[in-house]
C-alpha cells in the first residue's frame, strides 16, 4: 500500500514486537523433524472400492482404507492415529494431499475420495485421538466414532488452552504438538507409498485444521502447496478462539505457547506456494488476525469471499482450492491471483485502490468489496459488518477502482477481487483506506 507508507511500516512492525514475531522460529527447537520425516510403522485394513463423482459429474472408482500409524508418545504412552487414505484406480504415481480436520471433525473419507476422484491419493488422520468405526464416513457431528484406549490428545482445555512451563518436554503432550507430528507422519507414510510421486504433495486444512495447516506451512518443507481455509495465525490475540486462552492463562503464559505452537513465528520459513481462503465476517478467523499471517508468508494468494459459511464442506467446496492445487502439483491454468493493494491518491485528492494480477490470463470480470462498519462482534460471535461490492475495472495486468466519493471521509476496509473465464474467483489481500 503506497499511501500513508510510513504508518503503514510502522503499524507493522508494531504488531510484530507485540507479538514477538520478530524473526523466524526454528521448527527443530520443538520437533524431532528428521525422526518425523521416517515412515512410521502402519496397519492397513483391507481396501473398499467405491464409485464417487468427479468434479465434472462422472462416475469414478476410487479405492479406500483405513490405516492405523504411529503416533508421539503422550503422557509417557505410545500412541496411534486412525486415518482413511483414498486413491484412484491405477498405479500411479498420483500426487499426493494430506486432508487436516477442523473442531468436531475427524477422518472424513469423503474427503479422500473427493480428492481421489480428482486424480490424488489422500490420506486425512483423526487428530481427536479416535477412530471411526464404519468403513467410510461423511462430514457432520453425527460420525460413528470412538476413542481409541492409545489415542493422543484431543482439543479440549488440558491440552490446548492451558499453560505449559517453557524448559523441559510438558509441551510434548499439546495438542498442537501432536497435530503437527501426526500430520508430518502422515506425510511421511504417504510419501512412502509407490502409488503417490512424493515430489508432488500438498495440504489443505479447514478451521482448526487451517490454523494447523498454517503452521505446518513453516515446519513440513516438503510440501509443495498448502491451502489453509478459514485458519491462520494470531490465535492468541484475536478471534472467538483468544477468548479461551485468556481465561486460563496469564499473559506471560500465553507468550510462551505463542513461542511454541503459533503459526505467525514460523511462517517466514515457508518454502511452498499458500493459498489463503477465508470469509469477510468469519467468527472466529476475522480479517485482521488473516492479514498478519498473509504478511508473514511468502508470496502468499488469498480468496476472500463475503459471508463465507463456516463448516467442514463449506470449506472444501470451494473449486479454487482445488483448481489451485492442479496448478502447482499438476501443472493447470493457474487462478487470476491477485498481488497486496495499492492505494494512491492524485493531486486532486482522488483515490485509487489497484492491485495487480500475479499470473494468470486477464480475467473476465473484477470487483471491489468494502466496509465501513467497524471490526466489532456480535453476541453470537458473529461479525456485525455489512460489505458492498462493485465493479472493478480490469486493465492488461491490473484491477483498479477510484474510491467512491461518498468513502472519501471514511475508513474503509476493502479488497479486490478477480473472477477468470471458468469462473474461478481470487483476490487481493484487504487493506484499510483512511481518509
Known amino acids: 500500500m503506497k499511501i500513508c507508507n510510513l ?13 514477538g514475531w520478530t524473526q523466524a522460529k526454528s521448527p527443530s527447537d520443538v520437533w524431532d523433524l528428521e525422526k518425523l520425516k521416517q515412515v512410521p510403522n502402519a496397519e492397513w485394513k483391507p481396501a473398499v472400492k467405491r464409485t464417487v463423482k468427479d468434479v465434472s459429474g462422472n462416475d469414478v472408482v476410487v479405492e479406500t482404507q483405513k490405516v492405523y500409524y504411529q503416533g508421539e508418545p503422550f503422557e509417557g504412552h505410545p500412541t496411534r492415529v486412525m486415518a482413511f487414505f483414498s486413491r484412484p484406480e491405477g498405479d500411479g504415481p498420483f500426487p499426493g494431499m494430506v486432508l487436516i480436520h477442523g473442531g468436531g471433525g ?21 487428530l481427536y485421538g479416535d477412530e471411526i468405526m464404519s468403513e467410510t464416513s461423511t462430514e457432520g457431528w453425527d460420525i460413528d466414532r470412538k476413542r481409541m484406549e492409545d489415542g493422543g490428545p484431543n482439543l479440549s482445555d488440558p491440552t490446548m488452552f492451558s499453560a505449559f512451563p517453557a524448559e523441559g518436554d510438558a509441551y510434548k503432550d499439546k495438542w498442537p504438538y501432536h497435530c503437527i507430528a501426526n500430520i508430518m507422519l502422515a506425510h511421511s507414510l504417504l510419501d512412502s507409498l509407490p502409488c503417490v510421486d ?3 504433495t500438498g495440504a489443505t486444512g479447514i478451521s482448526w485444521g487451517g490454523y494447523l495447516s498454517a503452521l505446518i506451512a513453516g515446519i513440513d518443507d516438503r510440501f509443495q502447496v498448502i491451502v489453509p481455509v478459514y485458519g491462520c495465525g494470531a490465535m492468541t490475540s484475536k478471534g472467538f478462539e483468544a477468548n479461551h486462552f485468556h481465561q486460563n492463562m496469564s499473559e506471560e503464559e500465553i507468550k510462551v505457547w505463542d513461542d511454541f505452537f503459533e503459526p505467525n513465528g514460523y511462517l517466514p520459513n515457508t518454502k511452498c506456494k ?10 472466529a478467523f476475522p480479517l485482521a488476525m488473516h492479514k498478519t499471517s498473509w504478511e508473514r508468508t511468502p508470496n502468499a494468494d488469498v480468496r476472500l469471499q463475503i459471508d463465507m459459511p463456516h463448516s467442514h464442506s463449506s470449506g472444501w467446496n470451494p473449486q479454487e482450492i482445488g483448481n489451485y492445487v492442479d496448478w502447482v502439483l499438476k501443472n493447470a491454468p493457474p487462478l487470476p491471483c491477485l498481488d497486496i493493494p495499492e492505494v494512491f491518491k492524485t493531486a486532486d485528492g482522488k483515490v485509487t485502490i489497484s492491485a495487480k494480477i500475479k499470473y494468470g490470463s486477464k480475467p473476465v470480470e473484477a470487483h471491489f468489496n468494502y466496509t465501513t462498519d467497524p471490526d466489532e462482534y456480535a453476541q453470537n ?22 474510491l467512491p466519493e461518498e468513502l472519501m471521509d471514511k475508513t474503509v476496509d476493502c479488497y479486490l ?13 484487504y487493506t484499510t483506506v483512511r481518509p
Not at 504508518?7 to 507479538?19: E, K, N, S
Not at 477481487?417 to 489481500?429: C, F, I, L, Q, R
Open 106 to 126: 475427524s477422518a472424513f473419507s469423503v474427503w479422500t475420495e473427493m480428492w481421489a476422484a480428482r486424480g490424488y491419493a489422500a490420506i486425512a488422520m483423526d
Open 7 to 19: 504508518q503503514w511500516i510502522l503499524a507493522t512492525a508494531f504488531v510484530f514486537l507485540m507479538a
Open 274 to 283: 499458500v493459498f489463503y481462503v477465508d470469509g469477510t465476517n468469519d467468527f
Open 381 to 402: 460471535n458473529k461479525q456485525i459488518r455489512s460489505w458492498v461490492t462493485i465493479p472493478a475495472e480490469i486493465s492488461e495486468n491490473m484491477v483498479s477502482v477510484q
Open 198 to 200: 512424493a515430489d508432488r
Open 417 to 429: 477481487d478477480a473472477v477468470d473465464a471458468a469462473g474461478n474467483m481470487a483476490s487481493s489481500h
